[in-house]
Nanobody, 114 residues
Framework: QVQLVESGGGLVQAGGSLRLSCAAS????MGWFRQPPGKEREFVAR????????SYADSVKGRFTISRDNGKNTVYLQMNSLKPEDTAVYYC???????????WGQGTQVTVSS
């Protein structure tokens, strides 16, 4: 079974930064979705395994950066200039597209205070 291990969530002031990490097996595209309180899950970012191509939601472009370390089977999400609207549970995913994923982690909470 595919297992996803997430870390790096926490509480941060608006304008601050956090770095999320996710370790998972398999040579697949990986990425992140998020779910704000009381709202639906939404796509955040994706990175391809073979080509290193990335995609971002418009809401995070220029602020978030997704990267990977294939030797460690780890994907990262560097989040800068955080806003209160970024508050959500962030889910690491495997087999990721902009609309769905094959496997989901348990989520890590990110809270941005104003």
């Amino acid at each position: 079974q595919v297992q996803l291990v997430e870390s790096g969530g926490g509480l941060v002031q608006a304008g601050g930064s956090l770095r999320l990490s996710c370790a998972a097996s398999g040579r697949y595209a990986m990425g992140w979705f998020r779910q704000p309180p009381g709202k639906e899950r939404e796509f955040v970012a994706r990175i391809s395994w073979a080509g290193g191509l990335t995609s971002y939601a418009d809401s995070v472009k220029g602020r978030f950066t997704i990267s990977r370390d294939n030797g460690k089977n780890t994907v990262y999400l560097q989040m800068n200039s955080l806003k209160p609207e970024d508050t959500a549970v962030y889910y690491c995913t495997v087999g990721t597209t902009t609309t769905r994923a094959d496997y989901w982690g348990q989520g890590t909470q990110v809270t941005v205070s104003s």
